[in-house]
């Protein structure tokens, strides 16, 4: 006698939404509930792990590359899959939500790639979650279109082969969705959730179109969640009938952990793996993270001041590069992420001339494309590629081999000469209370002072003013890190703010809400491991 079929999951305190029964189909939901009957206990299994490693680091205040794996890394033969045609040529790449505006514009962007964001851009609201899912289905099968109701633009995709090819990035692993949960009431990782939905409605369509289910894997820790990502690829590949390999993988090497294991971990994604790339914000706040009681020699100073040309960044993105090409995948690099002004050309003029140094820096480095968040930023970044790739997709041939990144090399934080100063402190105030804000309304991509912040940016400014606390920093101007002068400043920031909005769209918002969410995972003893965990018990919706 055959198993019993696994228990539908339950769709949990959810406002029903249009067309969600397209999304949420019981053959859909019938896939997600065995992902997670099969895979969440390993997930819950690797978190814990990541619980074990953190109170190593602790101990130690070091990190070095596996003995265990040395194996892996001393042998040349292996190499990741070939790369699809659709993601041969990735030189520039567009990142953004779901919305559906966002969809549209992404998609006509001539970016050659459309990172499209369930994770640090988009607020897990269960509308973001299950309409993110029904613009893409409609955009796949082009029945999408926008109307802007302000200004009655209306916004059309282009034909098919002129538009980006997408990469969709699912949340991380250590969040729940809580709207979906299994038989025994256990929430779905969201993770599942994301990845499920999309490849169950998507996989065979975009093989249609020429493409296939391509995903970027944030937030990875270790090889071994690598291996739990590649045996849910194995088995959803299965489920569907699709060719084993269909699937591709780019994993953001975004965690102090994961630079030392990218070998391993495009080693366990070998036959999905498509390349990494360089996160900088949410790999500072993970460096904070592991860290934090290291003493002053892990002291990040203003997080404006740690640019990719800082020592330590600079071993983290050159060994990446090397790591990538030696084994035949993709490195992608960072972000650019200005906002053009339609009001100031001379922020423009400054702004346009440091996404340019930055992205030729890449290209020359040997990137083999980065990362823009606005439409205007693609013919800046595609120049630079352009520049130095020509008619070539890619310059994987080129092997770096004069690289040689030590482990202390890649933790070498005091090798930056700046300090953190009373303006860093202010500004990691400001950002963080306007981007809480703002992800509390269900916006995960928030323009501020212009520059497109993600959570990841909240997640390094709360973190930088936990680590001064703790670390008793002195300031620039002689000032010393206490919480009772970063609650002096949030409150300066708090009444600024009503000042520049009003009163009547102060007390529309969330800013009281976002002040104190800030303070409490900036001031707390015990330090949060992800503000969205917070944020999330917070959220509407």
Request: some cysteine; glycine content about 6%; overall charge negative.
């Amino acid at each position: 006698m055959s198993a019993p079929a696994p228990s539908p999951l339950a769709i949990v305190d959810a406002e029903p939404l249009p067309r969600q029964e397209e999304v949420l189909s019981e053959t859909a939901l019938a896939f997600l509930a065995e992902l997670h009957r099969r895979f969440t206990p390993r997930r819950d299994d690797l978190l814990a792990r990541r619980a074990e490693r953190r109170a190593e680091i602790a101990r130690t205040s070091t990190l070095d590359f596996l003995p265990e794996t040395a194996a892996i890394r001393a042998d040349d033969s292996w190499k990741v899959a070939p790369a699809p045609p659709a993601l041969e040529d990735r030189r520039v790449e567009i990142t953004g939500p779901t919305d559906r505006k966002m969809t549209i514009n992404a998609l006509n962007s001539d970016a050659k790639v459309w990172l499209a964001d369930f994770e640090d851009a988009s607020a897990p609201t269960w509308e973001n979650v299950v309409t993110g899912q029904l613009n893409l289905i409609d955009a796949y099968t082009r029945r999408i279109d926008f109307t802007d109701e302000r200004t009655g633009r209306t916004y059309a995709l282009r034909p098919d082969e002129e538009l980006a090819t997408v990469v969709m990035r699912p949340r991380g692993w250590h969040l729940d969705e809580r709207h979906l949960t299994g038989p025994d009431g256990t929430p779905v990782p969201g993770a599942l959730v994301d990845f499920g939905l999309y490849f169950f409605h998507n996989a065979q369509r975009l093989l249609d179109l020429g493409k296939g289910p391509y995903f970027y894997l944030p937030k990875t820790e270790s090889h071994l969640e690598a291996r739990l990502w590649n045996d849910v690829f194995v088995f959803a590949q299965d489920y569907l009938g699709i060719p084993q390999g269909t699937v591709r993988a780019t994993v953001l090497i975004e965690t102090i952990t994961a630079a030392y294991e990218m070998e391993e971990i495009l080693h366990e994604l070998r036959d999905h793996a498509s390349g990494l790339n360089a996160g900088r914000w949410d790999y500072l706040f993970s460096i904070v993270k592991n860290f934090r009681d290291g003493g002053p020699k892990f002291v990040l100073p203003d997080r404006n001041a740690v640019t990719m040309t800082a020592p330590f960044m600079r071993a983290y993105t050159e060994l990446l590069v090397r790591t990538c090409h030696r084994r035949g995948a993709h490195a992608i690099g960072g972000m650019a992420a200005f906002i053009p002004s339609r009001r100031d050309e001379e922020v423009n003029k400054v702004a346009f001339e440091k996404v340019k140094a930055d992205k030729d820096r890449e290209a020359n480095d040997g990137f083999d494309g980065s990362w823009v968040a606005h439409p205007d930023l693609v013919p800046i970044a595609m120049e630079s590629f352009d520049r130095v790739l020509g008619d070539r997709p890619n310059q994987k041939d080129r092997l770096r081999e004069d690289v040689d990144v030590k482990a202390e090399d890649l933790i070498a934080v005091d090798s930056l000469d700046a300090k953190p100063t009373y303006a860093g402190l202010v500004n990691a105030v400001q950002v963080g209370i306007r981007y809480i804000e703002a992800w509390l309304r269900g916006l995960g991509a928030v323009a501020i002072f212009n520059l497109m912040e993600d959570a990841a940016t909240a997640e390094i400014s709360r973190s930088q003013i936990w680590q001064w606390i703790n670390a008793g920093v002195v300031l620039d101007n002689g000032e010393k890190v206490t919480a009772e002068l970063a609650r002096k400043v949030a409150a300066e920031e708090l009444a600024n703010i009503r000042a520049e909005i009003g009163e009547e769209a102060f007390a529309a918002g969330n800013w009281q809400q976002a002040h104190d969410l800030l303070l409490k995972v900036a001031l707390d003893e015990d330090y949060a491991d992800f503000l969205t965990l917070p944020a999330y018990e917070q959220l509407k919706g």
